[in-house]
Structure formats: structure tokens, C-alpha cells
């Protein structure tokens, strides 16, 4: 009788293991880290600033005589912009250019007194008292001369101000003063906008300093634009407690305007995998990977619901995609194609 029961328990047991190994394994499909793996984007506010937007005053008083450029002309470096009318400086300037001149007439009769005392002394004709004057006539006629080119130089420098010119290349953005108007010096007369040197502004997060240093693109996005962008310098200084470093960033090609917001934008260097692939099991996120026959559970440590996975790229893992909802650890399944959906419909995920 024993012996009957512990047969009878034995096939039970023998039977019931046979019925494990055939249960229906769970139909999955998978794609590989390089088919899932994306690189996110992120953004900091920035501007498109002009390296000189300069107000251009009256180096000389005066009062202005005309203007040669209206807002919104256009003007290349030198050009007259305005005009004071200088007629003391000019007239000052005439006065000293006649002196230099009068200076340089008496200069020559001086030299020619000299050289003929020279010759006169050497025969003992001219006593060295008078050869000393003329010797000393001369010297003070050349330092006269000097100083007096100096005035002339200076007033030349004053009679160039009263054109009002163009410091750079630029467009005319506002007139200050009007034609018949006096204006002292250093008044600003009109304002410039620099051409073709803009570059952006951007403050990039302290924790998005990493990303940004080490991304491969950069773009300014503006009302659905984009301008690609080259990093020229991370001013490594934070200002007003903001937690954000400025950084400055060149136009690849074209531009845009100048005083525009928008967003500067770039790839993480590192890829994600969706978070949608996450999975929560005994406590941990982590995702499912074919191996084999069955499954294995990755856990990413840190890893958040919802949020993208970092991975890395040389990870030879086929990922499980569909049927992963109800898998566990070291479960059997069956690898379908992606493109199967009627059975995954059925039986998956």
C-alpha cells in the first residue's frame, strides 16, 4: 500500500514538471540600443545682440550745418554722417597755417645770416658775440616752427571733427539733433548700428553645463527658425546669483535681428532610450532585454518614471518593446518581429 502511494506521488510530481516546461512562452519584440537611442534636446533663452550699437557725438561743438544720412540709411566707415558749421576753428586754422609759413620765411633769412657769419668769422670779419646771435636766431626759429606745426597739426585734428563720421559699418538707428542746432562736445548727435556683427547671448544652467559644453550642434530657434550657431566663448562666471553662465555664440551663416529672443538649442552628447520603456520591478526602474530565450532585467540606478533613459551606445542589448508590461526576470518568450502585430495584438504586451 505505501509502496502504491509513493508511486502514484512520484508520476504527480513527474507530471506536473512535464506541464511547467510546455507552458506557451510570452511573444515579444525587441529592437536594438542603436534603433531606440536618441539624443535630447535642450534649450537656454537667449538673444541676438550687435557687438556696437554706438552713439556718435560731436567730438568739437558747433552748430550742425547738415546731415548727410536719414534713419535707416545705410553707411560705410568714414562716411560723413553731419556737418557743424566750424567757421572759428576754420578760421583759426588759416590764421596758424600763415604763421608756419611767415615762421618759415624769417626761418631762411635767419639760416642765411648765419651761414654768412660763419664764413665771415673764419676771416675774423664777424666778432663771436654776433656769430653766437645768428647761431641762436636759428635754433629759436626752428623751435618756434616746431610749435607752431604742433597748434596747426592740433586745429587741423579739430577742423577734421566737425564732420561727424561713421566708426564702423552700420545702419543710422536714431538722429538725436537737428539741423541749426548747437551741440557741445560729446553730445550725441546720431546712433549707429554695427552690420554684420552679431552674436548671440545665451545663459546656460549650471546643470546643463556638461551637456552644453560637450554637444556636437548648436542652433538660435526663433518663431519656428533655426540658425545654426558655433560656441565662441563660456564666460566662466556666474552673475547675479543666477545659477546660469552666459555664453557667447557666433552665426554659422545667416542671421537674424539684432534685439530678437529666442531659444538657443542643442543635442545631449550622450544618448536615451524613451522613458516609456521603463519598468518598475521589486523596488527598481530598469528595462527588459532578450537573452536568449528569456528575459533579463536591467536596473538603472537613478532612473525616473517618465524620464529618458541614459544608455550607452555600445550596449549590445536587444530591448524589449512590446509584451514587456506584464514580464519578469528570467521569463521564457518567443521573439516576433516588430512588424507581427496581429499575434502581439492577441497575446502581448
Known amino acids: 500500500m505505501k509502496k502504491a502511494l509513493i508511486l502514484c506521488l512520484i508520476a504527480a510530481l513527474g507530471t506536473s514538471a512535464f506541464a511547467d516546461e510546455t507552458l506557451p512562452s510570452i511573444p515579444v519584440t525587441a529592437k536594438t540600443v542603436e534603433q531606440l537611442a536618441f539624443y535630447p534636446v535642450?534649450?537656454?533663452?537667449?538673444?541676438?545682440?550687435?557687438?556696437?550699437?554706438?552713439?556718435?557725438?560731436?567730438?568739437?561743438g558747433g552748430i550742425i550745418e547738415y546731415f548727410n544720412h536719414r534713419v535707416g540709411d545705410t553707411v560705410k566707415k568714414g562716411d560723413i554722417i553731419a556737418r557743424l558749421d566750424c567757421q572759428d576753428i576754420t578760421l583759426t586754422l588759416a590764421r596758424l597755417e600763415a604763421d608756419v609759413k611767415q615762421s618759415q620765411v624769417q626761418q631762411a633769412f635767419n639760416q642765411r645770416e648765419m651761414d654768412r657769419a660763419v664764413k665771415l668769422n673764419k676771416n675774423r670779419s664777424v666778432s663771436e658775440s654776433e656769430l653766437d646771435l645768428k647761431q641762436t636766431n636759428v635754433a629759436t626759429g626752428k623751435s618756434q616752427i616746431k610749435a607752431l606745426k604742433v597748434n596747426l597739426k592740433q586745429q587741423q585734428v579739430f577742423a577734421a571733427r566737425c564732420n561727424i563720421t561713421a566708426p564702423f559699418n552700420g545702419i543710422v538707428t536714431k538722429r538725436i539733433a537737428s539741423i541749426g542746432e548747437q551741440v557741445d562736445q560729446g553730445k550725441t548727435v546720431v546712433e549707429l548700428l554695427e552690420s554684420g556683427q552679431q552674436e548671440v547671448s545665451a545663459q546656460i544652467a549650471l546643470s546643463d553645463q556638461h551637456a552644453f559644453s560637450n554637444a556636437r550642434e548648436y542652433w538660435f530657434e526663433v518663431n519656428g527658425e533655426k540658425f545654426p550657431l558655433k560656441v565662441r566663448q563660456l564666460i566662466p562666471m556666474i552673475a547675479d546669483n543666477s545659477r546660469s553662465l552666459e555664453s557667447r555664440l557666433d552665426f554659422v551663416n545667416e542671421k537674424t535681428y539684432s534685439g530678437v529672443t529666442g531659444r538657443v538649442k542643442w543635442h545631449t552628447p550622450n544618448p536615451y532610450l524613451p522613458g516609456h520603456l521603463l519598468q518598475k520591478r521589486d523596488g527598481q526602474y530598469g528595462f527588459f532585454v532578450v537573452e536568449q530565450s528569456s528575459t533579463r532585467f536591467i536596473a538603472v540606478q537613478g532612473a525616473q518614471e517618465g524620464r529618458p533613459i541614459k544608455i550607452d551606445t555600445n550596449a549590445n542589448y536587444q530591448i524589449i518593446i512590446d509584451g514587456r508590461f506584464g514580464l519578469s526576470d528570467k521569463q521564457n518568450i518567443i521573439l516576433k518581429s516588430v512588424e507581427d502585430e496581429t499575434l502581439i495584438s492577441r497575446k502581448g504586451g
Not at 42 to 60: D, E, F, G, M, W
Open 42 to 60: 535642450k534649450s537656454a533663452p537667449a538673444k541676438v545682440i550687435t557687438l556696437n550699437h554706438a552713439k556718435i557725438p560731436a567730438q568739437v
